[in-house]
């Protein structure tokens, strides 16, 4: 009945403001799953706009249902990615022992709802415990090479338990976990192992896997999933394809400097002069990290990794396999830190002896973005050698 209210006199003060708590926590957390709301058509009313431009393109009901999917899993999973980057920004000035403590008591707190210690408390309260045991999975790569940076820059072997926090956290996604664990073992001088590891992150890195980024530059209304992504969804267990078929951004922290690649070391002071000013406020945590796409990493990786095993054919199609997923417009529709991936390959054209391509390349990266990029350094870095 129009404009007839039933819930009128039918709840008391208390219970309104017991029904408001409950909605302002799924509007925080859970918000897609309004969209699947029988009662009442709620679902379809809310989606409207989405149904609406569906059927003026005339798309059959199921490429709406993928449309609709797609914007949710990439929806949750964006939230998901945002909510550690907070919870790891809250100990940003730790030194790399604190940190360890601060996430190995938070990991063992986190399933258990036992949170008044720590000052995340305000943003795992908002999570259900699902996603709660998913992230303190998820910071176990944190913890592990945060510990295994430790021991590489004091000389100490990385024990078995480092390799479990690694093992704890390496279907978290189908990427970035893998990608730290080579890029240690890579710093640590076991080369085939970190071989053996890049060849299994590019076999599970089909055209099907989606980029995800909790950053801030991506926004899941504007960029859509990929269309073989949405596609799984619809035909698979939604849980198992969330872990093997999403990438997230690969994100070193300053107390996990041992564990990356020396280049990757001028992202974490990428700020020069007056930068930092600069800065929006969802960048001015993650910009003191190095933070890439899990895919030109991979390729990267393997440059570093084959050129120091002495393969160079597989070297040479590394490089040339991450100049496509930088270059190639059809990549960059899943990259979100292209300055950091340009900068990669343009390392990589420096180690080939090409100084005057790759500082083209940076100058360009500078011009594009004139602020906060560490193509600042590398150009003074190479017009000093030149």
Same mark, same amino acid.
């Given at each position: 009945?129009?404009?007839?209210?039933?819930?009128?006199?039918?709840?008391?003060?208390?219970?309104?403001?017991?029904?408001?708590?409950?909605?302002?926590?799924?509007?925080?957390?859970?918000?897609?799953?309004?969209?699947?709301v029988?009662?009442?058509?709620?679902g379809?009313?809310?989606?409207?706009?989405?149904?609406?431009?569906?059927?003026?393109?005339?798309?059959?009901?199921?490429?709406?249902?993928?449309?609709?999917?797609?914007?949710?899993? *990439?929806?949750?999973?964006?939230?998901?990615?945002?909510?550690?980057?907070?919870?790891?920004?809250?100990?940003?000035?730790?030194?790399?022992?604190?940190?360890?403590?601060?996430?190995?008591?938070?990991?063992n707190?986190?399933?258990?709802?036992?949170?008044?210690?720590?000052?995340?408390?305000?943003?795992?309260?908002?999570?259900?415990?699902?996603n709660?045991?998913y992230?303190?999975?998820?910071?176990?790569?944190?913890?592990a090479?945060t510990?295994?940076?430790?021991?590489?820059?004091?000389?100490?072997?990385?024990?078995?338990?480092?390799?479990?926090?690694?093992?704890?956290?390496?279907d978290?996604n189908?990427?970035s976990?893998?990608?730290?664990l080579?890029?240690?073992?890579?710093?640590k001088?076991?080369?085939q192992?970190?071989a053996?590891?890049?060849?299994?992150?590019?076999?599970?890195?089909?055209?099907?896997?989606?980029?995800?980024?909790?950053?801030?530059?991506?926004?899941?209304?504007?960029r859509?999933p990929?269309?073989e992504?949405?596609?799984?969804?619809?035909?698979? &267990?939604?849980?198992?394809?969330?872990?093997?078929?999403?990438?997230?951004c *690969?994100r070193?922290?300053?107390q996990? *400097?041992?564990?990356?690649?020396?280049?990757?070391?001028?992202e974490?002071?990428?700020?020069?002069?007056?930068?930092?000013?600069?800065r929006?406020?969802?960048?001015?945590?993650?910009m003191?990290?190095?933070?890439? &796409?899990?895919?030109?990493?991979?390729?990267?990786?393997?440059?570093?990794?084959?050129? &120091?095993?002495?393969l160079?054919?597989? /070297?040479? /199609?590394?490089?040339?396999?991450?100049?496509?997923?930088?270059?190639?417009?059809?990549?960059q529709?899943?990259?979100f830190?292209?300055?950091?991936?340009a900068?990669?390959?343009?390392?990589?054209?420096?180690?080939?002896?090409?100084? &005057?391509?790759?500082?083209?390349?940076?100058?360009?990266?500078?011009t594009?973005?004139?602020?906060?990029?560490a193509?600042?350094?590398?150009i003074?870095?190479?017009?000093?050698?030149?």
């Amino acid at each position: 009945m129009d404009e007839v209210n039933l819930f009128d006199g039918k709840l008391n003060s208390d219970q309104r403001v017991r029904l408001r708590t409950v909605l302002d926590i799924i509007m925080d957390t859970h918000l897609a799953i309004l969209a699947f709301v029988k009662t009442d058509d709620l679902g379809v009313r809310l989606l409207n706009n989405v149904y609406t431009v569906a059927i003026r393109n005339m798309k059959p009901r199921r490429a709406m249902h993928e449309e609709i999917t797609g914007f949710l899993s *990439v929806y949750g999973n964006v939230f998901l990615a945002r909510s550690i980057r907070n919870i790891l920004e809250e100990a940003a000035d730790n030194t790399p022992d604190e940190l360890c403590l601060y996430l190995h008591s938070l990991i063992n707190a986190m399933p258990f709802h036992q949170l008044h210690r720590h000052n995340s408390e305000h943003i795992l309260s908002r999570l259900d415990n699902v996603n709660r045991v998913y992230i303190s999975r998820y910071l176990q790569q944190h913890l592990a090479s945060t510990a295994a940076s430790i021991c590489l820059h004091h000389g100490m072997q990385i024990g078995n338990r480092i390799l479990t926090w690694y093992s704890a956290a390496i279907d978290t996604n189908v990427a970035s976990t893998r990608l730290k664990l080579a890029s240690m073992l890579y710093c640590k001088g076991d080369l085939q192992m970190a071989a053996n590891v890049l060849e299994d992150v590019e076999r599970r890195y089909d055209n099907t896997v989606q980029a995800i980024c909790g950053c801030g530059r991506m926004d899941p209304l504007v960029r859509k999933p990929r269309k073989e992504f949405t596609e799984l969804l619809n035909e698979g &267990d939604t849980d198992v394809l969330m872990t093997h078929k999403v990438a997230y951004c *690969v994100r070193f922290l300053r107390q996990e *400097v041992y564990c990356a690649p020396p280049i990757l070391h001028f992202e974490m002071v990428r700020g020069v002069e007056d930068d930092i000013q600069h800065r929006r406020s969802n960048e001015r945590g993650w910009m003191n990290w190095a933070v890439v &796409d899990a895919r030109p990493f991979l390729h990267y990786l393997q440059y570093l990794t084959f050129r &120091d095993l002495g393969l160079r054919h597989r /070297q040479l /199609q590394a490089l040339r396999t991450l100049r496509e997923s930088i270059l190639e417009d059809s990549r960059q529709h899943q990259m979100f830190h292209f300055e950091t991936a340009a900068n990669l390959l343009a390392h990589c054209w420096e180690m080939e002896g090409w100084i &005057d391509d790759a500082l083209r390349l940076y100058l360009a990266l500078q011009t594009n973005m004139p602020r906060n990029n560490a193509a600042n350094m590398h150009i003074r870095r190479l017009t000093n050698v030149l």
